[in-house]
């Protein structure tokens, strides 16, 4: 069951930055000056979405917790860089961010790393 709550916490992680980067697209980019900066942050901060991402952010340390009582925190943490793996190709698919060769190979080698922190 470990391995559930870390895969949970990996996808709500996930989850919750793919969400806030949709719809900080849509808002577009932040006003300059304090006032029109909080005006936007209260209306970003109010959309269901972020909402949404907020929630998976906060449910993601619940079962990061459960995690915890499972394994030592050395062996469950490097499973988290998992989600910077599912950000970067649903961030290539949905907004087309680029995806060069270095971040392949940087990402086979956080799959390798991730490998040999779980065997050892």
Do not use: H
């Amino acid at each position: 069951m470990g391995y559930v709550y870390i895969f949970v916490t990996v996808l709500l992680s996930a989850y919750g930055q793919i969400v806030l980067k949709w719809r900080l697209n849509l808002k577009g980019s932040m006003p300059e000056g304090f006032m029109p900066k909080l005006y936007y942050f209260w209306e970003v901060f109010w959309d269901f979405w972020v909402i949404s991402s907020f929630a998976s952010a906060f449910l993601a340390s619940f079962t990061w917790m459960a995690a915890l009582t499972k394994f030592d925190l050395s062996f469950a943490y490097p499973f988290t860089s998992l989600a910077f793996i599912m950000v970067m190709f649903i961030s290539y698919y949905l907004f087309s961010e680029p995806l060069s060769w270095q971040k392949v190979v940087g990402t086979l080698l956080i799959v390798v790393g991730t490998f040999f922190v779980a065997k050892g």
